[in-house]
């Protein structure tokens, strides 16, 4: 006689696998030490150094003022999207209910 597994069974191993094969990978480089601090500063150190001596940076200059926009708001076009998603959605429905609509019997006469 076959064994049968039962669906809601089924799912919960499924559910369950997906976690573990996520999780697992993650638990495991969590676990890891990572490097040295010291021996990472040294490394930054050493990087930024090949570069050459550290050069004075210029004085900061003054930034133009923002100014107010000149276009719509970000309120009206939000709403706007919003219309055209709807106006889109609403033809597609009207689309295919047309499309699916049963042709009209015609009636053949001899």
Do not use: C, N
């Not at 003054?62 to 999207?81: K, N, V, Y």
């Amino acid at each position: 006689m076959a064994h049968h597994i039962h669906p809601p069974v089924l799912r919960r191993a499924l559910v369950l696998a997906t976690v573990l094969t996520l999780a697992v990978p993650g638990i495991a480089v969590a676990q890891t030490a990572g490097p040295d601090p010291a021996r990472a500063a040294l490394a930054a150190e050493r990087y930024y150094g090949s570069y050459g001596a550290a050069q004075p940076l210029a004085a900061p200059t003054r930034t133009a003022e923002a100014t107010p926009a000149a276009g719509p708001s970000w309120t009206a076009t939000a709403l706007g999207g919003a219309v055209l998603i709807v106006a889109a959605a609403g033809l597609g429905l009207v689309a295919g209910r047309a499309s699916t609509r049963p042709a009209p019997r015609r009636s053949v006469t001899p």
